[in-house]
């Protein structure tokens, strides 16, 4: 028997309104893990190049890992991924919680839905069976509504749902999956995805238990990596703060993004910082399945922007995409802007960078009050940015628009508007200022995904001789490193390090969990897979998957005509930065190329075409892949 896993996925073709199930054998699960990993595997395997992301054609997969829903902390989460309306690239996004773990419980590793249903649907699970059940009294609903709803008609309140809410009904190509009305999948438009096929939510229940090859093993490595985890760099701040607290340090380093990147630092940062939630609207800590950090947030604000514990509280992203980003500072406005996101199904993200695109646009004269439906949107608005996320989310009048993304906006309102449309191949960018941090920089550009925040850890980290950098050092990485240099030795820990949080995705591991930032080092990693699934693994065939699940996403983005010139950055990072330290935060525009050729090089993939080579496709075993163009 297979431990860890349980060697099912299901099938659901929504058009044929059947589900079946099929069994991988383990080399498969030894090779991909699960997660970002496995689910490229089907999408590769199965998925013809140049699918409409929102026809019935394209492969909806939700993913969980070998270990995942093991009791242990930051071991909660999935992936789910398809082809994204928002860049026609590889589209994928992870999510903590309690519905992974959920998933496994019920008795199976992940779910692959094809085809479009006729008429709203949800699809529920219940220990190792599933059902497509009408939905038509769901549609049009806010997540907690359809949430309710689906507990009450099942009759059980520990059922965990993850939906798509209305932003998802009506395809907003950056609308996200949301379970547990706070967790959220929230890049690439996964819940447009749903939403095109119908399918508002997907409810499970699990009374099942994940067997374990070394129980006792796991239960010791449970106990040491609990007692870690306050000694560790980050966990009792985010165990006080959450990721909020990343505010204030970004502001003091003159790297807050602000006023749509034009800035570094905003006079508005300490209202919205992690400590002024804390000492004011904060409900209470909350976290995901078995982990101890409880790094989320709860909030609670009453009057005109009102917003309740049952949708969290806004993470550092949204501060700052909702806050900074915008010139806003009234932290209870961005809470209301936050809980709306989750009502709707909206990426904060992608809603926040969209609306501080339109708000330059205005001040610089490209859009007027009768181009944004008579709403003044200028940076600093906060009934302006609440207003533009509900237009946003029902695409009505100026929101219509904005709901494109700032790529395809920008096309139709004119040229004039494109350097302060800042995205990466189509997807706005994370909340973090590549200027400062130039590994970002890299990762910003060289994600499958377009801009993602969480492809390496961040060069901030590694700038001393500390704990963080001692816990990276097995990678070979064992020099301090500026954030501001290029060259050799930051192409060399980029691309070991993103092997690592490429190697997280696959695992389910949450990147507040192990190293660099906390409790699980690198041996503790191989023990705790070794453990659960009694495979005689090792840090390097670990570390080769997540190699194996970087190019595996190189290789979805070669087949859907995505070319080299996609990994770059907008021009604006390549200016100096204002009201930070103009004189290091600034990317040379010539040295970034060469260092994404060395990348190329580094990772075996021709160093013109960023094509991965057959030599290494069969090093990673990936031979299969190399009849693609």
């Known amino acids: 028997m297979?431990?860890?896993?349980?060697?099912?996925?299901?099938?659901?073709?929504?058009?044929?309104?059947?589900?079946?199930?099929?069994?991988?054998?383990?080399?498969?699960?030894?090779?991909y893990l699960g997660g970002s990993a496995l689910a490229l595997y089907h999408l590769l395997k199965e998925l013809k190049p140049g699918t409409d992301p929102l026809g019935p054609e394209n492969m909806l997969v939700f993913m969980s890992s070998v270990v995942s829903g093991v009791p242990m902390p930051g071991l909660t989460r999935f992936t789910v991924a398809a082809r994204s309306p928002l860049t026609g690239a590889f589209g994928e996004a992870e999510a903590g919680g309690f519905w992974g773990p959920e998933l496994k419980m019920a008795g199976f590793d992940g779910i692959i839905i094809t085809g479009r249903s006729e008429k709203p649907v949800y699809l529920w699970i219940k220990d190792g069976k599933g059902e497509i059940r009408d939905a038509s009294n769901l549609w049009g609903r806010d997540t907690g509504d359809v949430q309710r709803l689906i507990r009450e008609e099942l009759k059980d309140k520990h059922i965990r749902v993850a939906q798509c809410g209305q932003a998802g009904e009506h395809l907003v190509p950056y609308a996200c999956v949301l379970n547990e009305l706070k967790h959220a999948s929230g890049r690439t438009g996964m819940g447009a995805v749903m939403g095109s096929k119908n399918l508002r939510a997907v409810a499970v229940r699990g009374t099942g238990k994940i067997a374990t090859a070394q129980p006792e093993?796991?239960?010791?490595?449970?106990?040491?990596?609990?007692?870690?985890?306050?000694?560790?760099?980050?966990?009792?701040?985010?165990?006080?703060?959450?990721?909020?607290?990343?505010?204030?340090?970004?502001?003091?380093?003159?790297?807050?993004?602000?006023?749509?990147?034009?800035?570094?630092?905003?006079?508005?940062?300490?209202?919205?910082?992690?400590?002024?939630?804390?000492?004011?609207?904060?409900?209470?800590?909350?976290?995901?399945?078995?982990?101890?950090?409880?790094?989320?947030?709860?909030?609670?604000?009453?009057?005109?922007?009102?917003?309740?514990?049952?949708?969290?509280?806004?993470?550092?992203?949204?501060?700052?995409?909702?806050?900074?980003?915008?010139?806003?500072?009234?932290?209870a406005a961005i809470s209301h802007g936050n809980e709306i996101c989750n009502r709707w199904g909206l990426d904060t993200i992608s809603t926040g960078v969209c609306i501080a695109f339109a708000m330059e646009c205005t001040e610089r004269g490209i859009l007027t009050s009768q181009?944004?439906?008579?709403?003044?949107?200028?940076?600093?608005?906060?009934?302006?940015?609440?207003?533009?996320?509900?237009?946003?989310a029902f695409r009505e009048g100026f929101g219509d628009l904005l709901a494109e993304g700032v790529k395809r906006a920008?096309?139709?309102?004119?040229?004039?508007?494109?350097?302060?449309?800042?995205?990466?191949?189509?997807?706005?960018?994370?909340?973090?200022?590549?200027?400062?941090?130039?590994?970002?920089?890299?990762?910003?550009?060289?994600s499958p995904t377009g801009a993602d925040h969480i492809e390496v850890p961040h060069d901030t980290s590694f700038v001393?001789?500390?704990?963080?950098?001692?816990?990276?050092?097995?990678?070979?990485?064992?020099?301090?490193?500026?954030?501001?240099?290029?060259?050799?030795?930051?192409?060399?820990?980029?691309?070991?390090?993103?092997?690592?949080?490429?190697?997280?995705?696959?695992?389910?591991?949450?990147?507040?969990?192990?190293?660099?930032?906390?409790?699980?080092?690198?041996?503790?990693?191989?023990?705790?897979?070794?453990?659960?699934?009694?495979?005689?693994?090792?840090?390097?065939?670990?570390?080769?998957?997540?190699?194996?699940?970087?190019?595996m996403a190189r290789m979805f983005n070669v087949r859907e005509g995505i070319p080299a010139a996609a990994d770059s950055l907008p021009d604006r990072f390549f200016e100096p930065l204002h009201k930070g330290e103009s004189d290091e935060k600034r990317?040379?525009?010539?040295?970034?190329?060469?260092?994404?050729?060395?990348?190329?090089?580094?990772?075996?993939?021709?160093?013109?075409?960023?094509?991965?080579?057959?030599?290494?496709?069969?090093?990673?075993?990936?031979?299969?892949?190399?009849?693609?163009?």
């Not at 800035?263 to 804390?278: D, L, Q, Y």
Request: with cysteine; glycine share 10%; aromatic share 10%.
């Open 2 to 31: 297979p431990y860890g896993y349980n060697g099912r996925i299901l099938r659901v073709d929504l058009s044929e309104k059947t589900i079946s199930e099929e069994e991988p054998p383990e080399t498969v699960y030894r090779k």
């Open 217 to 331: 093993s796991v239960k010791k490595l449970t106990r040491v990596s609990v007692e870690r985890i306050p000694k560790t760099p980050l966990g009792n701040q985010l165990k006080r703060y959450g990721t909020p607290v990343f505010v204030m340090g970004l502001q003091q380093g003159g790297i807050l993004p602000t006023r749509n990147f034009q800035e570094g630092r905003f006079e508005g940062a300490e209202k919205i910082s992690g400590e002024t939630m804390t000492e004011t609207i904060l409900e209470g800590p909350k976290g995901c399945y078995s982990c101890p950090v409880r790094c989320k947030r709860s909030v609670k604000v009453g009057g005109k922007y009102s917003a309740t514990p049952e949708y969290g509280g806004p993470e550092y992203e949204t501060l700052g995409s909702l806050g900074s980003l915008c010139g806003i500072d009234d932290l």
């Open 371 to 392: 181009d944004t439906d008579g709403i003044d949107l200028r940076f600093g608005n906060a009934d302006a940015m609440i207003e533009m996320i509900r237009k946003i």
């Open 410 to 446: 920008s096309a139709k309102i004119g040229s004039e508007s494109e350097p302060y449309a800042l995205h990466v191949k189509g997807q706005e960018m994370a909340i973090h200022e590549p200027r400062g941090k130039f590994g970002v920089a890299l990762s910003f550009a060289l």
């Open 464 to 551: 001393a001789d500390n704990a963080l950098l001692e816990s990276i050092k097995p990678l070979g990485e064992i020099e301090p490193l500026s954030a501001t240099e290029l060259g050799p030795r930051k192409i060399s820990q980029f691309a070991h390090t993103q092997q690592v949080f490429s190697l997280y995705n696959s695992l389910g591991i949450c990147n507040f969990a192990a190293v660099p930032y906390s409790t699980y080092t690198f041996s503790m990693i191989t023990a705790l897979v070794e453990a659960v699934t009694g495979w005689n693994t090792s840090l390097f065939e670990l570390l080769e998957v997540g190699e194996r699940a970087a190019t």
């Open 587 to 629: 990317l040379d525009k010539k040295a970034f190329s060469e260092n994404l050729r060395l990348y190329y090089g580094a990772m075996g993939w021709d160093p013109e075409t960023a094509i991965p080579t057959d030599g290494r496709l069969a090093y990673l075993r990936l031979d299969w892949l190399t009849a693609y163009p």
